[in-house]
């Protein structure tokens, strides 16, 4: 089995680009068999090195490799079937289309954009399905001299036998096709540029690949593709069309409606392990009820015959669900470095480590710490900027409640010694001195959290209080206590 992902530099790494490479991944090892990069970068208008980049790297970000290609943006490609970037194949389809030229299966058209706009809206006007009118297929030479004469340039065209085309798909099974509706369609520009369906037709065929799996919106064009093996003399490969990922109305996943490209998910904090699961099953499972699988365990159960006909429902909550059952499987120590990122070089790492305990349960995604525990190295009036006065008002209390439960802290903190700071006895003292205030435990400490943490939903407020330091600590009790004072809350 040798298969092939061909994606387009003319957009960030894709969702669903990024099931299908993992599927042609998954279905290349399973059989022993050789997964092929191609840069299908014949748009040259619109192929940046950018978005190249993007894709190399969001691939390997997902543990996604591949045996045959480029291995990193721009770098060398690596393999016998080298270049694999087709913008350095050129000469290979110009052979291919003298070839098609020479037998008759194709012919050059001259025909301008307004004289093809003139064509398809007499067809319009006669309820004719819209196709080129082949007016270019029989003119005679004095025609051709004429053309060439006012400096026209012809493309080249593709005589698409008028027949039925079926194929065994691998996940939809048999499909059939009327070629005899297409109109011969363009293979190659008039500027002398080569296109989609004639380039991925001849280095499939050269660089061997056996089996196209690809996503479903490419499914008619699998007709135009076979029409052309066959005028060229390939062999066929096996195709299989993957469903599209949907919303969870069942509309198509778009840039605009969704969050399509890759590197959202990464900077959102999803972890590229728990990503690989959520979209190896995005369309297939494994039948049992395990849930988490390397990508090794995934490449020995996958099959790429039992992928789901069906369109697969993007379920985020699942995908939350998911990236937090792999944060809490991190150490301590390894989910620090997932963290660093998002967290400021003035933490050291020390200071980042002594942060995971409180986070972890808590984190949905890596970028939640941010949330969670950003008090810690905000300045003291950034985090007093986060709430309003009334936060500070217990559930079961006014603003004398508050007050109470402030000066009570703000005097049993600044009792305590430097070395007595610590998560439990600070919750001892606290506690005690809400007992001798009279007040509820939950009621006093809530003033309390939002001065330290500005929210009032936070990591488990002890431990928070150590991490901040008695002295940080208590100028942000104070200042809450004068805020207080001044709003009128009081
Ligand atoms: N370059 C095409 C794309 O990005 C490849 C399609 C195919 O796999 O044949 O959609």
Same mark, same amino acid.
């Given at each position: 089995m040798r298969v092939r992902m061909a994606p387009s530099?003319?957009?960030?790494?894709?969702i669903g680009t990024a099931r299908t490479s993992l599927y042609n991944l998954l279905a290349a090892r399973h059989a022993g068999g050789t997964f092929v990069l191609r840069i299908e970068d014949t748009d040259v208008a619109r192929s940046t090195p950018e978005f190249e980049r993007d894709i190399i790297d969001g691939l390997h970000w997902l543990g996604i490799t591949w045996?045959?290609?480029?291995?990193?943006?721009?770098g060398t490609d690596i393999g @016998?079937?080298? @270049?694999?970037?087709q913008s350095l194949r050129l000469e290979l389809y110009a052979r291919e289309a003298g070839r098609l030229l020479a037998s008759g299966a194709a012919y050059r058209c001259w025909c301008t954009p307004e004289e093809l706009e003139a064509v398809r809206r007499a067809q319009e006007a006669a309820r004719e @399905?819209?196709?080129?009118?082949?007016?270019?297929?029989?003119?005679?030479d004095a025609d051709v001299a004429a053309f060439t004469a006012e400096g026209r340039r012809a493309a080249i065209r593709f005589k698409v036998p008028a027949e039925r085309i079926g194929f065994d798909d691998i996940v939809r099974g048999e499909v059939e096709f009327d070629n005899?509706?297409?109109g011969d369609f363009v293979i190659?520009?008039?500027?002398g540029v080569p296109l989609y369906h004639f380039v991925v037709v001849i280095d499939d065929e050269e660089m061997g690949i056996t089996h196209v799996i690809r996503?479903?919106?490419?499914l008619s064009n699998t007709p135009k593709h076979i029409a052309l093996i066959r005028a060229l003399g390939y062999r066929e490969p096996r195709f299989g069309h993957i469903p599209l990922i949907l919303n969870q109305d069942r509309s198509k996943m778009s840039k605009r409606k969704s969050q399509t490209a890759i590197a959202a998910y990464r900077e959102d904090g999803y972890l590229p392990e728990a990503l690989v699961n959520f979209l190896a099953f995005l369309g297939w499972s @494994?039948?049992?009820?395990?849930?988490l699988f390397t990508l090794d365990e995934l490449a020995d159960r996958?099959?790429?015959?039992?992928?789901?006909r069906g369109g697969a429902i993007f379920d985020r909550d699942r995908l939350d669900h998911l990236n937090g059952v792999y944060i809490r499987a991190l150490t301590d120590t390894q989910l620090a470095l997932r963290l660093r990122p998002w967290?400021?070089?003035?933490?050291?790492d020390a200071g980042l480590l002594a942060i995971v305990p409180l986070v972890r349960e808590r984190?949905?995604?890596?970028?939640d710490v941010v949330g969670l525990a950003g008090f810690l190295w905000e300045p003291d009036a950034v985090v007093s900027s986060w709430?309003?006065?009334?936060?500070?008002?217990?559930r079961n209390g006014g603003p004398e409640a508050a007050e109470t439960a402030l000066a009570g802290t703000i005097a049993t903190l600044s009792a305590m010694a430097p070395a007595e700071f610590a998560a439990d006895e600070i919750e001892h003292r606290i506690r005690t001195a809400a007992e001798t205030a009279g007040v509820k435990a939950g009621d006093f400490f809530t003033p309390i959290r939002v001065a330290i943490?500005?929210?009032?939903?936070?990591?488990?407020l002890f431990a928070s209080l150590e991490l901040l330091g008695r002295d940080r600590s208590l100028a942000r009790l104070a200042d809450a206590r004068a805020r207080l004072a001044t709003s009128g809350a009081r």
């Open positions: 530099p003319t957009g960030p790494l894709h045996d045959e290609g480029p291995q990193v943006a721009g @016998p079937h080298a @270049p694999y970037r @399905p819209p196709r080129y009118n082949r007016r270019c297929l029989s003119l005679t005899a509706l297409l190659v520009r008039n500027d996503g479903e919106d490419h @494994p039948g049992t009820e395990e849930e996958f099959e790429i015959g039992a992928v789901h967290v400021p070089a003035a933490v050291d984190l949905v995604r890596l970028g709430y309003s006065p009334d936060l500070l008002r217990p943490t500005g929210r009032t939903v936070s990591p488990p």
